[in-house]
């Protein structure tokens, strides 16, 4: 009789940490991983990575895993992938790139934190595993660009570095079953797996390891829009990829995608002496100037987009990008001694696997439409390991900007990973005294206040729109944490939070140096002491739901906060809240935010929600924190006022962008800035009305406004069910699902939907707040 197996857990898989024999930890290079083998049937065979700083992995020459997703080295994540092995000869490959790591100026990507040099298998299989039979070589035909070599800018950025190639043919077929590697050295033992919470001495090495939380991203190949110069050498192959020759001498070949895209680049060629520049760029530039968005007579990328370069030997070549390139725009200028055939340039989009749900249609408002497909698309852009304020520049996860990118994840797509993970990131990247980086993952750390008191609202919006209550077990420790610093940075005398150090950045707003509300001077800001009040009462929220006794009364706290700023920071004669105690600045943030924290009672909001349109003497917002004005209108009932703010976006769509940018300007830094995206979620929240009204839509609110136009939406409304809400201004709204739903009107009664049995709900009547607020946030 069998002995019963054991299941194998990641602790006890076969496998340990690897390296090249000759190669120094950390150096800035990449390293290729070979593994050699034979099956004599059919298998499946399911293999646990990791790599420091991350790898790509191949089997056949086959693209079947890359990773470890962004993280941090207590928190360093192995991913999995399974092969299906015909009978035959196999090999599994893996390029692993190491990232320069130094001063600033000559930094790698900021979102990595790694020590550098290191590759892992783990498989039931022992001959799978690391180091085994693996086999290993240093690739000497790639190494990676500075700053200042690629691109005519000031210098570094925090996104990670283009690349040099040149031609390797020892390398030719590297990743295929027939390649020699018999003069490849054997990989070196580095050290042992150290997996979280199971050491209980000295780690064996660095990286604490924890499994991936979000699957892997996806890849879908993007056809050439056109070619905008140099047709004469590169023409479309019919399979949206080009092919073309180009002719000894100096040649410009200029590409469109169509649209803004964060792609993959993938370039075969043969022959050719000189170098190629492949250049990519968010808009074209004349003479040195941005131009506005889309092709442009003259226009060219030039010295002013991010490039890559290619050393042509004469020897054929395959360049594969490590990481995305981002922007609509990729030229290729060469400097040729002799002729180039380029068999194929083909390109192809990755990002994180969302699938989107929701649906928003309204024929007599086609802008509307036009927003909300850019605002998803700019969404997409955004998220790949995690949510990034912007692919081209930084590729950093910040805290005030994914709150709105992971809102636009739930309600579009009903897909909440890859917000979990990023209320989890930030509680990682906690600091002694409680708060949150405001950026993470980031190896250059940053803190901006305001923005961990985002986070407390981001965990109370992930379980409004899950129920899960382990993000309350979880973060509750955090979330005391970062309320109790700002509790101890309160003024005794006027009861005030603040100033508080750090970076106290609010918005890119127009005469606020630094983007802060203080106008630089170390003051108590009042929009820092509503958000606070705020996040207050989302934690006392969180924890009556999970029945935890805090140890403080927060909503007592939050009150007498909101009478501070009803004592300090409200003009009675002007009849606006001021941006610091006892200055006349006057800004749409804080007034906005008076509304939605509460200070304001009820008559005062109406007049407050009129003035964010209507009174010039507010500083204006940029198109991010017109998130806040939007939900300030909603929670008012101030469809006009909606409407205005909204047409702030319509510029952009004029001016040829197809993401929306940072800030509202054809001179802005960033074409795709998720922070910017913010009315899918209001055309979908507002309009349609579609709210979870019980955590996880156990029960689903539907509060359409009246001052909607006709319109058809279909969102997710949890345990993949979708609900679809169509109407007409002042009408009913019919409702219809393909599953049972618990539906909660305006008016706070309740009724079951029927699988296909309509039903009609009435608008939000004008100039009337919503009975039930947006998910996370109640009127105070």
């Known amino acids: 009789m069998e002995e019963p197996q054991i299941p194998l857990t990641p602790e006890t898989l076969p496998g340990s940490w690897c390296w090249h024999p000759d190669y120094p930890s950390g150096a800035p290079e990449f390293t290729l991983f070979r593994l050699a083998f034979r099956t004599a049937r059919q298998r499946t065979v399911r293999l646990l990575f990791s790599a420091d700083n991350r790898c790509n992995l191949f089997l056949d020459g086959v693209f079947v895993g890359r990773g470890p997703a962004r993280g941090d080295l207590e928190h360093y994540r192995y991913e999995s992938c399974t092969l299906e092995l015909p009978p035959g000869s196999h090999v599994l490959a893996a390029e692993v790139i190491v990232y320069p790591c130094g001063f600033r100026e000559e930094e790698g990507p900021w979102s990595e934190i790694h020590t550098g040099g290191g590759f892992l298998i783990l498989s039931g299989d022992a001959a799978f595993a690391t180091p085994g039979s693996w086999r290993c070589r240093r690739d000497a035909s790639r190494r990676h660009r500075k700053w200042r070599d690629s691109w005519n800018g000031r210098g570094g950025i925090p996104a990670p570095p283009m690349e040099e190639y040149e031609p390797d043919p020892a390398l030719t077929g590297w990743k295929l079953p027939e390649f020699d590697d018999s003069d490849w050295p054997a990989v070196r033992h580095v050290g042992e797996p150290y997996f979280a919470d199971r050491c209980k001495t000295d780690p064996p090495t660095r990286w604490r390891l924890v499994p991936g939380t979000t699957p892997p991203m996806r890849q879908e190949p993007v056809a050439v829009r056109s070619i905008l110069a140099g047709n004469e050498f590169l023409a479309p192959d019919g399979s949206g990829g ?164 992971a809102l636009i994840s739930y309600l579009a797509t009903g897909d909440a990973r890859l917000g979990r993970q990023a209320v989890r990131q930030f509680d990682e990247s906690r600091l002694g005294g409680g708060l949150t980086a405001s950026r993470y993952p980031s190896n250059f750390r940053q803190v901006i206040p305001g923005f961990s008191l985002y986070w407390i609202m981001m965990a109370g919006d992930c379980y409004d729109y899950t129920g899960d209550q382990s993000v309350i077990a979880e973060h509750r420790n955090g979330i005391r944490d970062v309320l109790e610093y700002f509790s101890a940075h309160r003024d005794g005398g006027t009861g005030l939070i603040g100033p508080v150090p750090g970076w106290n950045f609010s918005d890119w707003a127009a005469g606020w140096p630094d983007g802060r509300s203080s106008r630089g001077e170390e003051l108590p800001e009042t929009l820092l002491n509503l958000l606070y009040a705020e996040a207050c009462r989302v934690a006392g929220r969180l924890f009556r739901a999970a029945g935890i006794i805090p140890g403080h009364d927060w909503e007592a706290e939050r009150q007498s906060v909101l009478a501070a700023v009803n004592r300090h920071c409200f003009d009675q004669e002007r009849r606006r809240y001021t941006d610091v105690p006892g200055k006349a600045y006057f800004s749409c943030h804080v007034n906005a935010w008076a509304i939605l924290a509460g200070a304001a009672d009820s008559g005062l909001r109406t007049e407050l929600s009129a003035a964010l349109t209507e009174d010039p003497g507010l500083t204006g917002c940029t198109l991010y924190f017109a998130f806040y004005l939007l939900e300030a209108m909603h929670r008012t009932g101030n469809d006009a006022g909606f409407e205005t703010v909204l047409k702030q976006w319509e510029p952009m769509l004029e001016l040829g962008f197809t993401t929306f940018p940072e800030c509202p300007s054809a001179d802005t830094r960033s074409d795709c800035h998720a922070w910017s995206a913010g009315p899918l979620y209001h055309l979908l929240r507002h309009y349609a009305g579609v709210y979870p009204a019980e955590p996880g839509y156990a029960v689903v609110g539907v509060e359409p406004a009246a001052g909607a136009p006709p319109f058809t939406a279909v969102l997710p409304v949890g345990g993949g069910r979708l609900l679809t809400v169509s109407g007409r201004p002042g009408d009913g709204c019919t409702l219809s699902s393909a599953s049972r739903l618990r539906i909660r009107r305006k008016d706070g009664t309740e009724f079951d939907l029927k699988p296909g049995e309509p039903a009609t709900v009435s608008p939000t009547a004008p100039g009337t707040a919503p009975a039930t607020p947006t998910a996370g946030s109640e009127p105070g």
Do not use: M
């Open 242 to 405: 080009a092919t073309g020759r180009i002719p000894a001498g100096k040649h410009t070949i200029l590409l469109d995608l169509g649209r803004y895209r964060t792609s993959l680049v993938h370039l075969r060629f043969s022959g050719g002496k000189g170098v190629c520049r492949i250049g990519y760029a968010e808009a074209l530039f004349r003479n040195g100037v941005r131009t506005e968005r889309g092709p442009v007579p003259g226009g060219r990328v030039g010295e002013f987009g991010f490039s890559d370069l290619l050393k042509l030997n004469g020897a054929d070549g395959a360049f594969d990008s490590f990481w995305y390139r981002s922007g609509r725009f990729v030229e290729l200028a060469f400097e040729l001694d002799a002729p180039l055939a380029i068999e194929r340039l083909s390109f192809e989009f990755v990002a994180y696997p969302f699938d989107r749900k929701a649906v928003w249609r309204s024929p007599e408002r086609p802008v509307l439409e036009r927003i909300f497909e850019t605002a998803w698309h700019t969404a997409r852009c955004c998220a790949h390991e995690h949510y990034e304020d912007c692919p081209y520049w930084e590729q950093l996860q910040y805290a005030g900007d994914t709150r709105i990118q």
